[in-house]
T-cell receptor, first 115, second 112 residues
């Protein structure tokens, strides 16, 4: 069965500092990979996605992520964090299982931004 | 934006009462999902649907049932609500061709 691990429950960074959120997945074939962001009281917004091709993908709000097959990772990065980036971030893997498409989400990483 | 509307957005109900949450989509997507979100657990799949009248269980389906009589509507029912079902419920759909999952704004349910 597929699974997603986000090892960091909380990450604290200073505004202007760089950011990397970790995501490891378990899946037999090449997965579809996603990062979502959730602000308090809101739904989940898609930041970026990987399906195939270039392993470095660009997303909205200045985020990027790199797919590393050898490490089963899909880490999210941003070179300079803004206070408005404070939110919950979820990594997800999607795949077909028994003919149905089941997305699986990590438990999330809460990003705290200090001024 | 996948045109997903959830109702009600907020509800307080008493233990033992039935509750139905509605998810409505305007994009004619085949797949629809219900998740619950709880602190420390992230998003957990309750039920999903892969077509009209085609549904299946997720990892936390006990105490929940679903129905999908039309492509655009996916209903989640708590037959007899319990305090452990206090949660935020998210509906989602899968958008072809890249299988991206889009979410509704959530339904906050409190069972007292």
């Amino acid at each position: 069965a597929q699974s997603v691990t986000q090892p960091d429950i909380h990450i604290t960074v200073s505004e202007g500092a760089s950011l990397e959120l970790r995501c490891n997945y378990s899946y037999g074939a090449t997965p579809y990979l996603f990062w979502y962001v959730q602000s308090p009281g809101q739904g989940l917004q898609l930041l970026l996605k990987y399906f195939s091709g270039d392993t470095l993908v660009q997303g909205i709000k200045g985020f990027e992520a790199e797919f590393k097959r050898s490490q089963s990772s899909f880490n999210l990065r941003k070179p300079s964090v803004h206070w408005s980036d404070a939110a919950e971030y979820f990594c997800a893997v999607g795949s077909a299982s028994g003919g149905s498409y089941i997305p699986t989400f990590g438990r999330g990483t809460s990003l705290i931004v200090h001024p | 934006d996948a045109g997903i509307t959830q109702s009600p957005r907020h509800k307080v109900t008493e233990t033992g009462t039935p509750v139905t949450l509605r998810c409505h989509q305007t994009e004619n997507h085949r797949y629809m999902y219900w998740y619950r979100q709880d602190p420390g657990h992230g998003l957990r799949l309750i039920h999903y649907s892969y077509g009209v009248k085609d549904t299946d269980k997720g990892e936390v389906s006990d105490g929940y049932s679903v129905s999908r009589s039309k492509t655009e509507d996916f209903l989640l029912t708590l037959e007899s609500a319990t305090s452990s079902q206090t949660s935020v419920y998210f509906c989602a759909t899968k958008s072809p061709p890249e299988d991206t999952i889009y979410f509704g704004e959530g339904s906050w349910l409190t069972v007292v």
